[in-house]
């Protein structure tokens, strides 16, 4: 994970840090942060202050890679691999140079793809992990030794590029639901991905007095991404006194023994769920919830809502729930 560290100079100098969430505006939180820096760096000369320089530097984790010297693009909509990860022999992450063009809400996915035998654009629908401030795009993904696009997709590289529609588009944004006071997060397996990015931008934290992210899956290893990005959340310059006291997460596996094991279904129709959290059960006047996973899980948890008195909402209609419907057919 790269960690981004600000200096301002000799030591004498004031020291900037990040801002503060109530010193945003929704369009600052939609600029990539190293952009924000460079104009308050030029609107300081235009006033006549003397402005001090601001270095951006990356440090390297010891299980990421480099970011090569920037390509031009080859391919059509072409974005160059800045870091590569692999989780286990079915899960890995990645992250790529965003087009300065691409503006999303956090939650949206994207087309992203390589060009296939045929010569033609392989494309198919990604969340974008990164929340919409940052200067790169991640993503999350399954390999599939045998589908048409992950099969070599998993086989990236840095330096390698990749194909990026950059038309974001999706239902899990905080516009399609209602407000209200705690947010509910079901993901299972890369299903995260859009969490991961909505975990990390301020508005969640400004919208909500709770929030529970609930991770379902069949290996403990495959809960690592999640945990990890969990666990640096409180640590965040950005959002980290935000999340104080606000976040509850409940990872499950379903084979694998861990210390809670089950379907995130049963739990909550047993109620086991707001027990093990000390909460109260979901219901319409407090609660709000995002969805994504398989076709059958996120059927599964739709009746569950409904029982609990919940509507589906939409970006037209919103409600107190959602769904992300574009990885399922």
């Known amino acids: 994970m790269w960690t981004a560290l600000w200096l301002a100079g000799p030591a004498s100098r004031p020291a900037i840090s990040p801002p503060s969430s109530q010193s945003l505006t929704r369009r600052d939180r939609k600029e990539p942060y190293s952009t924000r820096l460079f104009l308050t760096w030029i609107n300081a000369a235009a006033k006549g202050r003397r402005a001090k320089p601001i270095q951006l530097i990356q440090r390297r984790a010891d299980t990421v890679s480099d970011t090569p010297s920037k390509q031009i693009p080859t391919l059509p909509d072409a974005q160059t691999v800045t870091w590569v990860r692999h989780y286990t022999d079915r899960l890995f992450a990645f992250r790529v140079t965003r087009p300065r063009s691409l503006r999303f809400r956090s939650g949206e996915f994207v087309m992203i793809g390589l060009m296939g035998d045929n010569g033609k654009p392989l494309l198919r629908a990604y969340s974008i992990a990164s929340p919409s401030w940052a200067d790169e795009l991640e993503f999350y993904s ?11 997709l998993q086989h990236i590289e840095v330096g390698d590029q990749i194909i990026l529609r950059p038309k974001p588009v999706g239902t899990l944004v905080h516009d399609a639901l209602l407000p209200g006071h705690r ?18 931008d301020p508005d969640t934290w400004e919208k909500y007095d709770d929030v529970v992210i609930t991770h379902t899956c069949r290996q403990v290893a495959e809960l690592t991404y999640g945990r990890e990005l969990v666990e640096a959340l409180p640590d965040d310059p950005l959002i980290g006194e935000m999340v104080a006291g606000k976040l509850h997460y409940y990872p499950t596996t379903t084979r694998e023994e861990s210390p809670k094991m089950g379907r995130i279904t049963d739990l909550l129709t047993s109620g086991q769920v707001f027990e093990d959290l000390g909460v109260q059960p979901i219901c319409p006047e407090r609660d709000r919830a995002m969805v994504c996973g398989s076709l059958g899980f996120n059927l599964d948890i739709k009746t569950i809502l409904e029982d609990f008195g919940l509507r589906e909402g939409a970006n037209s209609e919103p409600a107190e729930f959602v769904i992300e419907k574009a990885f399922v057919g």
């Open 142 to 152: 399954i390999k599939v030794q045998e589908g048409p696009l992950t099969s070599k």
């Open 183 to 200: 947010l509910w997060l079901f993901a299972t397996g890369t299903g995260f991905a859009p969490f991961a990015s909505i975990l990390r």
